[in-house]
């Protein structure tokens, strides 16, 4: 019988807040029922095990990032699209580290299917009809603001640019100018 006060949302919430604070990998049931003052055998009335315990905090950073993400291309194209759209999940991070990596977890691919996943993608794929780029050249531009975005997002937040005096605003500056020009530069139609 599960325990009263304790829900799927609540556990799902309480173990991203608490992946925010000691980090994804460290994630544990054990920690999560110290968090809501339960023993662990309690939250598997709620879940089958530990690991669907992380893909419901993955799920959940990738609905809230989704949702995040639409509200900053609305409206947008182009260079501005870009931008907003990336310091989304720069944003995102800062605030939510353990979400962030959460977001990153790999998921079977029905789950994936049904998960706010596509989403990210197809934003992806909007952003990159302002730059007018023909197929196969968007699924590599996907890939590539991927890889740079998520990279570099990942590598700042490990604290691996702390190393020199370089504000990590300029270096997002110049990064997003880069893709930017590297997008206008391979568009079918460049300005």
């Given amino acids: 019988m599960a325990r009263a006060g304790v829900t799927v949302e609540r556990l799902t919430r309480t173990a991203a807040e608490l992946a925010d604070e000691i980090g994804f990998d460290q994630l544990t049931g054990s920690a999560v029922a110290r968090r809501l003052g339960v023993k662990e055998p309690s939250l598997y009335a709620h879940i089958r095990n530990a690991r669907e315990l992380k893909v419901r905090v993955a799920l959940l950073a990738l609905e809230e990032l989704a949702d995040q993400a639409a509200a900053a291309l609305a409206g947008r194209a182009g260079k501005d699209a870009l931008v907003g759209l990336a310091n989304v999940y720069r944003d995102y991070a800062r605030r939510h580290p353990g979400r962030y990596t959460a977001s990153r977890y790999e998921l079977d691919p029905q789950t994936a299917a049904g998960s706010a996943g ?53 270096s997002w500056a110049w990064t997003l100018d880069t893709l930017h020009l590297a997008l206008t530069t391979r568009s079918a139609n460049p300005a």
């Avoid at 590599?140 to 490990?158: I, K, M, P, Q, W």
């Fill in 118 to 170: 596509p989403r990210h993608n197809e934003m992806f794929r909007a952003l990159l009809r302002g730059y007018d780029l023909p197929e196969p050249d968007q699924t590599d531009a996907v890939r590539f603001l991927g890889a740079a975005v998520h990279g570099y997002v990942s590598l700042e937040t490990a604290g691996s640019f702390s190393h020199t005096p370089r504000d990590t605003d300029a």
